[in-house]
Every structure is written in C-alpha cells, then in structure tokens.
C-alpha cells in the first residue's frame, strides 16, 4: 500500500521534525499530548498489546466505527505508527528497550506500580537512555489514598469539585460535556516534554515530566479556587438564574429569547438596561456590589425581558454598542457560519486502504501555516515490520 500524501510536510520542515516519540499511553490524555507532538513533526510510535491493543479501539462513540475500530480512535491516533509488542515477553520486551534507547520522547499512563513490574519506569528507561524525556500520566499522582484509584475524566471532575461550578443553585452537580480533564492534562503533558527538550537541547540531560488528571482538574479551576483560599473558604454559592459562574455578577450567563439562547458576559447592568428598553435594570446605576449580591433578581428580571424578542433582535441592539455577547449555536448551525468556515477547522483522513473520515485539524499555526495530515491512524501492528527491519539494521 502506498503512503498517504502528507499536507504538513509538502513546504518546510515543522518544528520537531527528526523527533521519535514512543507512545505507551490508552485513552485519551496520554495519547492527545502524543498526537500534539505528531501534528507538530515528531514521528510517534505507538506500542500496543498485540491483542487488542490500545483499549480506546473499542470505546465507541455515537456507534461510529472506521477501518474496524472506533472513530474516535481514528481521531485521537492519527498520523501516528503502530508498533505491536507484548511486554511481558522477553523477546518483545527487548526490541521495545532498543526502541527506548534510541527515542527522544516516551508517554505512558498505565497505574503507578506497572512500569516498575515491567522495568520500564522512569529509572530504569533514564539509565537505558540518560537523554529521553519521560512523560507519565497518572489519575492522582503517586502517593495518597487515590494513588490506585481509576484515572477517569468524570470521577476526577467529581473528586476535584470541579462539577459544582455548573448548574443552577437549585440543581445538582453539572459535569463537562465532554472529557475535560483529560485533554488538559494531555496538554499540560505536552508543555512539560517540549520544556523538558529545549532543556535537553542546552545540557543534553534528559528529564521525567509527571502529571495527573487531578492536578490539571485544580489548575483548570485556579481563578475560583484562589478565591476560594483566600477568602471564608465555604463553597461559593451558584446563582439560582441562569448560572454561568460562582464569582460574576449580574448579567454575566446564558439567557433565553424569543426564538433561542444568548450569552451575555461582563457589562455594566444599568447600561445594558438601557440598550435593550429594560427601565428596571437601567435604574441600578450607582453600587455595582449590589449586581453581584442580587445576581439572581436582576438576571431574572433580564431573562424575562429577553424573551420578549429573537436573539437576533437583541444582538442588533447589542453588539453594535460593544457589548460582549453571543448566539449560544447548535453544531449545524455553527458549522454553516461563515466564521467557523473562515478558520478551516475541518480536515479529512485517510486510512491505507483508502477509507476517509472528517475529523478537526491541529488547532496551532507556524509562521502563518494551517497544520493538517491526511494520514489516519494505523492498524494494530501495522508499522511492526518496518520498525522491527530499522532496528536490526541499526544493530
């Protein structure tokens, strides 16, 4: 089969061009940072149990499947190798430390404990390779009463308090709608090795970047939760209309019109009463504390009064005077707008036997240039030929 044609390397090299990064990692946080690395320029090599392999194969979203296994696989892996290895066999555990000591970057999140059993924690690979960056993921790090327990997007927004930032005060908790933590941390990760390697490039030392999904989750929150430190340190109360955050005032949120939704961010209240004809609000002129004590009955009193009239209505009043707000779309209708269009988020991969799928782009620009790859994800063991033939001509 021939090789796909690659959009990022058709006009200069990118940034970690040259770069091998050994991706060990399942899921979603470990392998988003690898992907990250791979949009960048780096050639990642994914190692995977030869049955099965990475576990995010079978974790199928919106009952979609590509080439056998998940979409989602397929958007998470792209323009990356497979290589199939079972590293409780001696044979296969060799040919991965040869890999090892002749890499640049290596991931993985397996649970604190199973790189030990393997010989393949940070230690022992450093002492393999004195110049690679190591980067592992763990759910809550290496020590403490969680040390063991599961890693998961939703339990960690549960655990990090996370999930009571949304929602109305009268609800329950409100998780993310999507897995939040574990792409942050993914790009945390990324930051530390690419930190790790401009290092490396000044003294040649390698170095063992750790993050967890409980970390990121707290560093997600650092605004209300440095609030919350330095303040009585009781849980801040959520507004009962229209909730959009614990510490904004009025009319800051998510409001309902005649025909839809709009957002409203941070604009003085009395002002915002004038533009939109609203004659209660344009009296509260004067202590602005008293937006954010009497949220509720001043969002209340905007929300009925927006839904007398369609969005559009509104933000033709609105945004002309500079207010900061915004349709709250659906995905069709985004995808229809000419903004969205204007970015050319979406990209087209394709597998080795010639089967495409849309899924988005790499959403960082060099010198101006828009980074796509056509290459799709590989098929479990596709690349262990080829790199099992590199490295016994390197022997």
């Avoid at 090795?193 to 750790?210: D, F, Q, S, T």
Wanted: with cysteine; net charge negative; charged share 20%.
């Amino acid at each position: 089969m021939n090789e796909i044609e690659d959009q990022t390397d058709t006009d200069g090299e990118l940034p970690l061009a040259g770069l091998t990064v050994l991706d060990f990692s399942q899921f979603l946080a470990g392998p988003s940072c690898a992907l990250r690395l791979a949009d960048l320029g780096a050639d990642v090599i994914k190692v995977e149990r030869p049955q099965g392999g990475d576990l995010c194969r079978g974790l199928v979203v919106a009952d979609q499947h590509f080439e056998g296994d998940s979409a989602l696989f397929h958007t998470i892996n792209r323009h990356k190798r497979s290589f199939a290895a079972d590293l409780k066999q001696p044979a296969d555990l060799a040919q991965v430390r040869r890999l090892v000591a002749a890499a640049d970057v290596m991931i993985h999140n397996f649970r604190p404990g199973v790189m030990e059993r393997i010989g393949l924690d940070a230690a022992s690979v450093r002492a393999l390779n004195p110049r690679i960056v190591y980067g592992e993921v763990t759910g809550y790090g290496q020590a403490g009463p969680w040390r063991d327990k599961p890693g998961q997007d939703l339990l960690v927004q549960s655990l990090s308090g996370l999930a009571w930032l949304s929602g109305d005060a009268d609800g329950g908790p409100v998780p993310a709608g999507l897995s939040l933590i574990d792409l942050m941390t993914g790009a945390h990760l990324a930051q530390g090795i690419l930190a790790a390697l401009l290092r490396r490039a000044r003294n040649g030392r390698g170095a063992h970047v750790e993050v967890s999904l409980m970390e990121s989750a707290l560093d997600l929150q650092f605004e209300p939760f440095t609030a919350f430190l330095n303040g009585d340190r009781r849980q801040p109360a959520r507004s009962a209309v229209q909730h959009a955050s614990v510490h904004a005032a009025a009319p800051y949120g998510i409001y309902p019109t005649a025909d839809g939704y709009m957002a409203i961010a941070m604009t003085p209240l009395d002002r915002l009463g004038t533009l939109v004809g609203c004659e209660a609000l344009a009296r509260q002129a004067g202590d602005a504390t008293t937006w954010f004590t009497r949220r509720d009955t001043y969002k209340a009193l905007l929300r009925d009064h927006l839904r007398t009239a369609s969005t559009a209505h509104w933000l033709a009043l609105l945004e002309p005077e500079g207010v900061w707000c915004a349709p709250v779309q659906t995905w069709p209708e985004l995808l229809s707008h000419p903004g969205f269009q204007a970015l050319d988020l979406v990209q087209e991969i394709e597998s080795r036997s010639g089967a495409t799928m849309q899924t988005t782009r790499c959403p960082i620009r060099i010198d101006g240039r828009i980074l796509k790859s056509r290459r799709g994800a590989p098929a479990l063991g596709a690349d262990t030929q080829a790199i099992g033939d590199m490295l016994s001509h390197a022997a």
